[in-house]
């Protein structure tokens, strides 16, 4: 028998065997759970003391169902299974989170789940062809700019972007750290390194050697136009590749209905109208960004204002056309 001391964690015991062993499909009777706690902790115990620990379960507020003649099982729980799975899926569709980070951080969500319900994600063992970053300092590198940005210090960091020579030397940088935020499945920081360069916005994943240096950071509100303040999901809508530089107020010619999902999805701030028979949106997007998107729905989409966009679409157009020509 257990000795007194030991006792006590009993309670805690009963509540990890049904967290593991039992949901809706796997009901444990009580002396299914007296045998397992005796396998996995070497404790004996009784069927009574089982129940009484189930009732304490559930006077501390843990749901736990009772089907007649075949045990109990625990309900509701941190996750869902089909939370789970969606969060796994997001894991796995980040570009920035390299393979072994995704596993081990799949592991810990799946631990929340039943050991019978986690065999549905024996997927995250062959998922090895998957574009994944090589960056094995990611989460650390996010720690980092997380104490950064609470203690308001600039930080300093070795930037490599992907060349074709692999000894271009990484550049060295030393900035304000304002926020993160995801784009197109990557991670960027938002910072700057003066007030007369405005904000710029780097790849985390490609952030190496990072150390917090004792300068302080500037603030947002020490740029002019942010003076009255900034609005963080405005710009991440605006910066939908995560360009940086200025944002413009545009009008987009659709020539077809379908697009309009599109132009939906990409840019929250859309209007769209009809107007002299034609269809219409007005967006307001960063310009580097909106002169990219538009060559890439090209086929759908004609940028009408600004001019000088729509002049340097152009531009790109014909120098892609002289490209094709043999």
């Known amino acids: 028998?257990?000795?007194?001391?030991?006792?006590?964690?009993?309670?805690?015991?009963?509540?990890?065997?049904l967290k593991d062993y039992s949901d809706e499909d796997h009901p444990m009777l009580q002396e299914e759970i007296c045998k397992k706690i005796l396998s996995l902790y070497g404790m004996e115990c009784e069927r009574k003391a089982i129940g009484a620990n189930i009732s304490?379960?559930?006077?501390?507020?843990?749901?736990?169902?009772h089907i007649k003649n075949k045990g109990v099982y625990l309900g509701e729980r941190e996750f869902e299974s089909s939370e789970i799975t969606f969060l796994i899926d997001a894991i796995f569709s980040s570009?920035?989170?390299?393979?072994?980070?995704?596993?081990?951080?799949?592991?810990?969500?799946?631990s929340f789940l039943s050991i019978n319900?986690?065999?549905?994600?024996?997927?995250?063992?062959?998922v090895d062809g998957i574009a994944k970053s090589d960056n094995n300092q990611l989460f650390?590198?996010?720690?980092?700019?997380n104490e950064a940005i609470e203690n308001k210090r600039q930080i300093a960091f070795d930037y490599c972007g992907i060349t074709y020579s692999p000894s271009t030397p990484a550049k060295r940088r030393v900035v304000s750290p304002f926020f993160m935020f995801?784009?197109?499945?990557?991670?960027?920081?938002?910072?700057?390194?003066?007030l007369e360069n405005g904000l710029a916005n780097y790849k985390v994943d490609r952030i190496s050697n990072i150390t917090i240096t004792n300068d302080c950071a500037l603030k947002l509100r020490d740029f002019p136009e942010y003076k009255d303040g900034f609005d963080k999901a405005k710009y991440v809508n605006e910066h939908i590749y995560a360009?940086?530089?200025?944002?413009?107020?545009?009008?987009?010619k659709l020539h077809a209905d379908f697009i309009i999902n599109n132009v939906k999805e990409w840019f929250d701030n859309a209007r769209i109208y009809q107007k002299d028979g034609e269809l219409l949106a007005d967006i307001r997007s960063n310009e580097k960004a909106l002169i990219y998107w538009c060559l890439q729905y090209g086929y759908y989409v004609e940028l009408i204002t600004p001019t000088e966009s729509r002049l340097e679409i152009k531009k790109i157009i014909e120098e892609m056309k002289n490209r094709y020509n043999d």
């Open 1 to 17: 028998m257990a000795s007194s001391s030991n006792k006590k964690l009993l309670i805690l015991y009963v509540l990890q065997v």
């Open 243 to 252: 360009f940086s530089g200025k944002s413009i107020n545009a009008t987009l």
């Open 117 to 126: 319900k986690r065999k549905q994600f024996n997927y995250i063992y062959k």
């Open 140 to 145: 650390l590198t996010i720690e980092i700019i």
């Open 95 to 110: 570009k920035v989170i390299n393979q072994k980070n995704s596993k081990e951080l799949s592991k810990k969500l799946y």
């Open 56 to 65: 304490c379960l559930e006077d501390f507020g843990y749901d736990i169902i």
């Open 182 to 194: 995801n784009s197109q499945g990557n991670y960027y920081l938002v910072c700057s390194n003066g």
